[in-house]
């Protein structure tokens, strides 16, 4: 079983930034993956970013790479996703996933087992 926690959402204006925190527990394994996706009303989910519980490889959707960053935090079981230069479109209920059979398929949402309860990010014009 693991246990996935996000948070760190919020509102921010077009062009700020955030960081969001997904802290995983449990009996987690090097190499499990970790992803990110969100949920929006008029696109659905979309896979964001995934990294390797040991921090690496990345993984990033063209959509956001070069704006958003994946990495291991400081803090134990922590991943973050840092938000750069954030657009109105990037609004969304944002998911932390743990993917415990990593077999490449990384932006597959049914890949991945374990979900946390999503945090909100909102970007306003």
């Known amino acids: 079983q693991v246990h996935v926690v996000e948070s760190g959402g919020g509102s921010v204006q077009a062009g700020g930034s955030l960081t969001l925190s997904c802290v995983a527990s449990?009996?987690?394994?090097?190499?499990?993956?970790v992803g990110w996706f969100r949920r929006s009303v008029t696109k659905g989910l979309e896979f964001v970013a995934a990294?390797?519980?040991?921090?690496?490889?990345?993984y990033y959707d063209a959509a956001v790479k070069g704006r958003f960053a994946i990495s291991k935090g400081s803090a134990a079981n922590t991943v973050l996703l840092q938000l750069n230069s954030l657009e109105p479109e990037d609004t969304a209920v944002y998911y932390c996933?743990?993917?415990?059979?990593?077999?490449?398929?990384?932006?597959?949402?049914?890949?991945?087992?374990?979900w946390g309860q999503g945090t909100q990010v909102t970007v306003s014009s």
């Open positions: 996933a743990v993917d415990q059979e990593p077999r490449g398929a990384w932006a597959d949402d049914d890949e991945y087992y374990y």
């Open positions: 449990g009996r987690i394994r090097d190499n499990y993956l």
């Open positions: 990294i390797g519980w040991n921090g690496g490889p990345t």
